[in-house]
């Protein structure tokens, strides 16, 4: 059974950073590109971003470059989202997933296994 699990979230004042978590099992990890995705109160899921199943190429969202960083540990089977200069609009559930392939994929609809996310909330 495939599970993505997230960690991480919580309540931070504007400026402040967290990291993100997602640990994967059932799957073999370092055949699988990740993504994160995220989705404030009302609004569409938006993609933040995805990196490769080798590491080496990233992808992110403009609301969030510079500023964010995807990376892998596929020795622990997780995904990290590592996240400075939060604002209060990046106030939103953050879920990870996860596509076998080779490529970075930033479509909702390409990726296979979702983690049910964790609740980010940046104040002013």
């Known amino acids: 059974q495939v599970q993505l699990v997230e960690s991480g979230g919580g309540l931070v004042q504007a400026g402040g950073s967290l990291r993100l978590s997602c640990a994967v099992s059932g799957l073999t990890f370092r055949h699988y590109a990740m993504g994160w995705f995220r989705q404030a109160p009302g609004k569409e899921r938006e993609f933040v971003a995805a990196i490769s199943w080798s590491g080496g190429t990233t992808n992110y969202a403009v609301s969030v470059k510079g500023r964010s960083t995807i990376f892998r540990d596929d020795a622990k089977n997780t995904v990290y989202l590592q996240m400075n200069n939060l604002k209060p609009e990046d106030t939103a559930v953050y879920s990870c997933?996860?596509?076998?392939?080779?490529?970075?994929?930033?479509?909702?609809?390409?990726?296979?296994?979702w983690g049910k996310g964790t609740q980010v909330t940046v104040s002013s």
């Open positions: 997933a996860a596509v076998e392939g080779s490529y970075v994929y930033t479509r909702q609809y390409d990726y296979d296994y």
